[in-house]
C-alpha cells in the first residue's frame, strides 16, 4: 500500500469523491466470497515449513460500481481480503479498484487505483508491467495488486494512445519466512531497497498504443520507472541470519504484443527490451492456439496451445527460470450450461528438462456458486536450479466460491 501522508491522502480523497457521489445516489454491489484450501503433497523439505496437509484460506472481494450522466461517469470499488490459516503474508488485503472514470467522447479519464493487463501470450506476459505481481495470491504471477493511477486514453481511427502517470510504488508480495512456496532462503519482506532515490514515492510513467487492423491485433507499449521485479540480494540482517533482500531497479522497457486470427488459428508474440538492470537484453514468448470445434460432434471445443519462451537477461537481472523452455497445453471447453473449462499445460526446461506442470479446471454450480481447482507440480527439478526451493511444494487448490 502507499505509505505515509502522502498515502492517506490519496486513499482520501478517493474515499470522498465515493462518499458524495454514493450519498446522492444509489449504488450496485457484487462480488464473491470463497473457501479455498491448498493442500501439499509431500512434507515440506525446511524444517521452517509447515508439513504437507491441508492449508485453509478464505476470500472476500465485494465490488462497488456507480454510474450517472448517462454512462459518461462511472465510480468502482473492488476492495479484496484473504485470510490464511498458515501464511500470515497471504493474510492481506488490498484495494484492487477504487477510481472515477470518466468518458467524454474519443476520451477516457481514469482517477484513482486502477488495473490494467497487457499482454496475448498464454504462459508468460512480458508486457504486463504497471501493475505488481501479488505473489503470495499465486505463484503464476498472474495475481496483481491495485496501482494508484492517472490514466488517460484517447481513441481515434489510427489507434489508441493511452497514457499512465504511477504515483506511489507497490512493492511485490511473498510468502512469509515460515510458509510454503517460499523457497530456500527467508525473504527481508520490509526492507526493500531501492535504485530511486525517493524509493517508493516514485512516479513512474507508461504508454500504450494499441491498433486492430484486419485479422491483427497490435499492441506498442513503454515504461519508465521502478521496475516490477525486484532482485533478490543475499544480505545478513542479524549476525548469522542470511536473507535475500528486495532491490528494485529504475528500467526502461519498450513492449511489443501481436495477435493474428486466422479462422482456427491464433497467433501470439511478446517482447520486449530491457535497459537498468545490468546490461540491457530482450525477451519474447511466441506460439500458437489451434482449435477443434464441436469435436466429435459434441459442444466441446479442445484448443491446443504451443509456445517457445526466451529470455537474455544476465545474472545481475532478476533471475527467471523461462529463459529456454517450451509451453504446451489444452484448452477444453464444454460450452455448456455450466460453463466448465478445463486448461491442461505445462512450461518445460529445453535444456536440463525440469517442468512446471498445470491444471486449472472451473465449473459453475447454479446461478451463484463456482467450484475451482488447481493442480501445480514440478518435476525433474536440479538440486541446484532455481526451482529447487520448490521441488516438494506441489498443490492441489479448490476454490468454492458463492457470488452476490
Known sequence: MLRG??????????????????????????????????????????????????????VVAPELRYEWAEGSDRITVIPFYRYDANDENRT????????WQHFNGPWTWLVGVGKVFWGVAESRH??????????????????????????????????TLGVFLLPGFRERTFPANDARLRGPLPIANHDAVYDSGVGDKRV???????????????????????????????????????????????????????????????????????????EEFGAFVGGFEYTF????????????????????RDDAAPPTTLDDDVFVGARFTLNDLDDTNILVGANIDVNNREAISIVEAQRRFGERWTLSAELRLFSNVSESGLLAGFRKDGYLSLDAAWYF
Open 92 to 99: 492481506h488485503w488490498d484495494l484492487r479498484e477504487a477510481n
Open 204 to 278: 513512474d510513467f507508461a504508454l500504450r498504443w494499441t491498433r486492430a487492423v484486419d485479422s491483427w491485433d497490435i499492441g506498442l507499449s513503454g515504461f519508465y520507472g521502478n521496475g516490477r521485479e525486484p532482485r533478490l540480494v543475499p544480505q545478513l540482517i542479524a549476525p548469522g541470519s542470511l536473507f535475500l533482500v528486495p532491490h528494485y531497479d529504475v528500467i526502461s522497457q519498450l513492449g511489443l504484443d501481436v495477435q493474428y486470427t486466422q479462422e482456427a488459428w491464433l497467433w501470439k508474440l511478446e517482447m520486449i527490451g530491457r535497459s537498468g538492470q545490468g
Open 5 to 58: 501522508s502522502a498515502g492517506r491522502a490519496y486513499y482520501g480523497a478517493v474515499f470522498v469523491l465515493i462518499a458524495r457521489q454514493s450519498m446522492a445516489e444509489g449504488l450496485e454491489w457484487a462480488g464473491y466470497g470463497a473457501f479455498e484450501p491448498r493442500t501439499f503433497f509431500e512434507s515440506a523439505q525446511y524444517e521452517q515449513h509447515p508439513h504437507r496437509g491441508v492449508s485453509p484460506s478464505a
Open 126 to 159: 512480458l508486457v504486463d508491467i504497471v501493475n505488481q505481481t501479488d505473489l503470495v495470491e499465486d505463484i503464476d504471477l498472474e495475481e496483481k495488486l491495485g496501482q494508484p493511477m492517472i490514466h488517460l486514453e484517447h481513441w481515434s481511427e489510427i489507434g
Open 293 to 312: 470445434y464441436s469435436v466429435q460432434n459434441t459442444n466441446t471445443d479442445i484448443g491446443v496451445l504451443a509456445e517457445y519462451l526466451y529470455d537474455a
